[in-house]
Every structure is written in structure tokens, then in C-alpha cells.
């Protein structure tokens, strides 16, 4: 994975001028959409499509310290007017194409990036590989804002909101793996941009035969491979290590890569102030070509 990365990094160079093909770029490099954006917003730190439009701006400030037409130069990056171009150079520079072409900057340079797969412990991971008969996710879902690191407030208000008898409801329900009662994360954005809306559902795992009340979420899995990867101690903190390690160690050493589909943690034990927790986090995976 590390090497389809910085060859990716080398496309996007080359075709700074272009309307990048993402879905196409990927499949030369023979991978898939999903699982390129997703471990390069993981391992990069930020969304695909956020680097291309630094780069891009990077490249054109010298284009505009130079003293071209600005409408060329707009339409050299991709964009139909200086208006948009403009919103563009001053989200990443800070100022406006005027004042940069005027004072020489102060402009913010987004480097080339290069990824290296560096050893940093010998901490193993506990994963194991199962497939999955369709199942089905019921529960009940919200809309919240995506946040990489810490709990979120949003989800947290949303399994707050619920009554306590709803959790015992829902447990109730479960007769198939993931067991027990579920933290559901779907419709997440490609590039896993912080911010971005998710679908959250708090709930739990039904066969596709199990008969489902009308007040619940229900989100359709088909079968499928799962990687399950278990966390403990300090709750999220080391679920979020662990689910960080997928991106930097597990999938760059393993023949395997993300699928479409939703994330799944399953809380299998837990303080009662939620402090510590033993936690499984279900990743969709499929076999890499």
C-alpha cells in the first residue's frame, strides 16, 4: 500500500493541470477508490482532495508571483472564474492572489508528500478474519460530525437521549456477531474528513430473517469478510490506537484492504463509568488483487 501511496503522490504531480480521475487512478495502480482515499486521508492526515487543492495552490502562487494573466491561470488549475480561484489561493495561502502578487506572500506551501512504512515497537495486534453471512443493523441512528480523536459529544448525546430500558430492548434483540450492543458508523465520507457528516447507530446485530420493530434504523450489510481488531484499556483512547494502527501498520503488512460498508465497535466489557472498556472494532475488508 505504501508504494501505490507515493505513486499516487506522483500522478497527482503530474496531473496538477488536470481533472483527476481518482476511481481511474486507483484501479491502474490496482486498488480501489474507497480504499485509496481512505488510507491516504489515515496515514496524510488530511482528505485527498484536500492535498490536490494545495498542491495546486502551492504550484500557482508562483504561476501568480510571476505576474500571468489571472484568468489563464485560473483555468490552468481547474477553475472557470478568478472569483473561484480566488476563494481557493486565500483558503490555503491566507491572503488574496492580489496581495500575494503585490507583497511577495506570506504563502503557505504544501509539500510533496512521500510515505515510508517506519517500525516503531513490536506491539501485535489482535485481529482475526471471518466472513459473515447479509445481517442486518437495527437500531436507532442520528447524523453527527466526523471527529478522529477523543469521544464525541454528539454521539455520546445521542446514546444519552435514548431511555435506559431502549438499551436493554436492544440487546435483547441480538442473535447474531457483532454480539451485544453495537456503536455504528455509516455513510462516512471517502476521504474520512473531519467534520463530515456520518451516519451514527446505536444498536445492535439481527439475521436478515429476524423481524424487525417499525421504530427502528435499519442499516442492510450484505455478506461479506470482516477483520476484527480488539482493543483494551483506556476507553476511546485505545480504541482510537487501534483503530489508527489499521491505517499506519495492519493493512500496509497484510494482503487485505477496506471494502464499502459500515464500521462496527462492539463493546464486550466495560467500567460502569465507561473509563476502560474491551472493545472489537469490525472493519469491511476484502482480499487485496
Known amino acids: ?39 491516504f486521508s489515515s ?19 508562483a504561476d501568480i508571483l510571476e505576474g500571468g494573466d489571472l484568468l489563464g491561470i485560473a483555468v490552468r488549475y481547474g477553475y472557470g472564474s478568478t472569483e473561484a480561484f480566488g476563494r481557493a489561493f486565500r483558503s490555503v495561502h491566507g491572503l488574496s492572489f492580489v496581495d500575494a502578487r503585490r507583497n511577495g506572500g506570506p504563502l503557505r506551501t504544501q509539500p510533496q508528500l512521500g510515505f515510508r512504512l517506519t517500525v516503531e515497537g513490536n506491539t501485535t495486534m489482535e485481529t482475526r478474519i471471518t466472513d459473515r453471512p447479509a445481517f442486518r443493523l437495527v437500531g436507532h441512528a442520528a447524523t453527527v460530525p466526523l471527529i478522529h480523536k477523543g469521544i464525541n459529544p454528539h454521539i455520546q448525546a445521542h446514546i444519552a437521549s435514548l431511555p435506559m430500558t431502549e438499551h436493554s430492548r436492544l440487546k435483547a434483540l441480538s442473535d447474531t456477531e457483532p454480539a451485544g450492543l453495537l456503536h455504528v458508523s ?3 465520507d471517502p476521504d474520512y474528513a473531519e467534520g463530515s457528516p456520518l451516519t451514527s447507530l446505536h444498536g445492535v446485530a439481527v439475521s436478515d430473517t429476524s423481524r424487525v420493530d417499525d421504530d427502528l434504523d435499519v442499516i442492510e450489510v450484505p ?33 487485505w484492504r477496506l471494502r464499502p460498508g459500515p464500521s462496527i465497535v462492539a463493546i464486550l466489557d466495560r467500567a460502569d463509568d465507561f473509563s476502560t472498556a474491551t472493545t472489537e472494532l469490525w472493519l469491511p475488508v476484502e482480499r487485496a488483487a
Open 1 to 39: 500500500m505504501i508504494a501505490e501511496l507515493n505513486r499516487l503522490v506522483e500522478l497527482v504531480e503530474e496531473r496538477l493541470h488536470d481533472d483527476l480521475d481518482v476511481a481511474s487512478l486507483a484501479r491502474g495502480l490496482g486498488t480501489t477508490e474507497y480504499h485509496l482515499r481512505r488510507m
Open 43 to 61: 496515514l496524510a492526515g488530511m482528505p485527498l482532495s484536500e492535498y490536490i487543492r494545495r498542491r495546486r495552490m502551492s504550484v500557482a502562487a
Open 186 to 188: 455509516a455513510d462516512v
Open 223 to 255: 455478506a461479506g469478510t470482516w477483520a476484527v481488531f480488539r482493543a483494551e484499556g483506556e476507553y476511546p483512547t485505545e480504541l482510537q490506537k487501534v483503530w489508527a494502527a489499521t491505517a499506519t501498520d495492519w493493512f500496509p503488512s497484510n494482503p
